[in-house]
């Protein structure tokens, strides 16, 4: 089982960067699929969530209007589009997937880096 980031990187700030997760060795179309991010010296937060056939999405405040959560479950992805991007996103950002039936049957990425910086 793997969740494999990328797209993450450095940009200026307005900027906009999208974000990969690639999903391998489970159904992915079965699984409710969240990107979270944690900033140095922060807790993990939840910035956003799709569900397993996309048709409900959800986001944090602090990203709403910004951000964009989206999948393709026949190339079992799940994106995140970031726009108008800000210092304060600055963050390790990591794709988390759990199954529909069972919660407790959940995986992690291992993460990617973005930063929002002159």
């Known amino acids: 089982v793997q969740l494999v980031e990328s797209g993450g990187g450095l940009v200026q700030p307005g900027g906009s960067l999208r974000l990969s997760c690639a999903a391998s060795?489970?159904?992915?179309?079965?699984?409710?699929m969240n990107w979270y991010r944690q900033a140095p010296g922060k807790e993990r937060e939840l910035v956003a969530t799709i569900t397993s056939a996309g048709g409900i999405k959800k986001y944090a405040g602090s990203v709403q209007g910004r951000f964009t959560i989206s999948r393709d479950n026949a190339k079992n992805t799940v994106y995140l589009q970031m726009n108008s991007l800000k210092p304060e996103d600055t963050a390790v950002y990591y794709c988390?997937?759990?199954?529909?039936?069972?919660?407790?049957?959940?995986?992690w990425g291992q993460g990617t880096q973005v930063t929002v910086s002159s």
């Open positions: 060795g489970f159904t992915f179309g079965s699984y409710v």
């Open positions: 988390y997937g759990y199954s529909i039936s069972d919660s407790r049957d959940a995986y």
